[in-house]
């Protein structure tokens, strides 16, 4: 039986990470609002369950998600064991942010991109202020894909100048491009790649190169959006794809692996959220949630046993590729 509270090695810092972690996007109020009640409840739950591992980040929520994620670790007495990643790239500055958004509870500021030495420094000292943490373990280089060169050539260094002033123990990127992704692995020495979308039951493309990319070169790599913003377990109009509208041929692809899973009786969503660890370079997820019951639910269907041939029949029918080890 899988077992989320399994720790496994992360990074090479030296840190142990459940193999299913907390992402807390949602808490900065993605697609829909969240309660500062819900917000408590949700982290108490994950600490409560055998989650120490969350990841959050300034611009979810312009600041929103980090304040929260803060005060619940806090109130649940996890703020010294919890393992925490967050993310450098935007400065929030004050004012009132008009423009398009897809979170819901914002904080009144506005996000600026800021890949510079002294822009990393300040984005990480303001989110440990805002988190009322004296640290946090890990740092990813959040969507550089419009500022790759920037990102490789300022923030990496001041990162790795962090990591060996013991600032932080492990290093990496955060990005939804699996080729970008690769420019990392390749270029700089980062520990750790947060991929989002790109390796998931409904779309792999980070098996053509991120991920032995990632085994040559011993980085460990994370699986995020395992249900590619909601279409993979809900394949209906109006579903979403990568934070927006899910195309025709995005909605099909989603139907049709539920057709070829429901003979075997057991839900899409344990599907989703088991299959990016098959890959050896995945050693861990991150799964969303916006309440504690949520996270529950993933987490049950995370420990249903699989039938041993489902992968080979979603092989056979031509709807996920094989793993090549």
């Avoid at 077992?3 to 090479?12: A, I, Q």
């Avoid at 993605?30 to 055998?50: H, P, R, Y």
């Avoid at 009144?108 to 000292?125: I, L």
Wanted: overall charge negative.
């Amino acid at each position: 039986m899988p077992n989320h509270r399994e720790l496994v090695d992360f990074g090479r810092g030296g840190l142990r990470v459940s193999k299913v972690g907390l992402g807390t996007a949602p808490l900065g109020g993605m697609f829909s609002s969240v309660e500062e009640s819900s917000s408590d409840d949700l982290i108490k739950t994950a600490t409560s369950a055998g989650v120490n591992y969350f990841d959050t980040a300034p611009f979810y929520g312009h600041t929103k998600s980090e304040k929260r994620l803060g005060r619940g670790l806090h109130l649940a007495g996890a703020q010294s064991s919890a393992i925490v990643s967050t993310k450098v790239g935007r400065i929030l500055v004050e004012g009132e942010y008009t423009g398009p958004t897809i979170f819901r509870d914002l904080e009144p500021c506005s996000p600026v991109f800021d890949y510079s030495a002294k822009g990393v420094r300040r984005s990480f000292e303001e989110s440990l202020e805002r988190m009322k943490l004296d640290h946090v373990d890990i740092l990813f280089i959040h969507d550089p894909e419009n500022h790759m060169d920037q990102a490789i050539d300022e923030a990496y260094p001041e990162l790795d100048k962090m990591r060996s002033e013991g600032l932080v123990k492990s290093i990496g990127v955060g990005i939804n491009f699996s080729d970008l992704a690769t420019r990392f692995v390749r270029e700089t020495d980062i520990d750790i790649v947060l991929i989002a979308g790109r390796y998931t039951l409904l779309e792999q493309t980070a098996a053509k190169d991120l991920l032995p990319a990632a085994l040559e070169r011993n980085v460990s790599v994370l699986a995020a959006g395992v249900f590619n913003s909601g279409v993979l377990v809900n394949p209906n109009d109006g579903a979403t794809y990568d934070y927006a509208p899910a195309s025709k041929k995005i909605i099909d692809h989603a139907k049709a692996l539920h057709e070829a899973i429901d003979p075997f009786g057991v839900p899409v969503s344990a599907v989703g959220l088991q299959f990016p660890l098959r890959h050896p370079a995945v050693k861990a997820i991150l799964t969303g949630a916006r309440t504690g019951e949520e996270l529950k639910s993933n987490l049950k269907d995370f420990a249903i046993d699989l039938p041993k041939d489902i992968w080979d029949s979603l092989e056979t029918q031509g709807l996920i590729q094989p793993v090549e080890r």
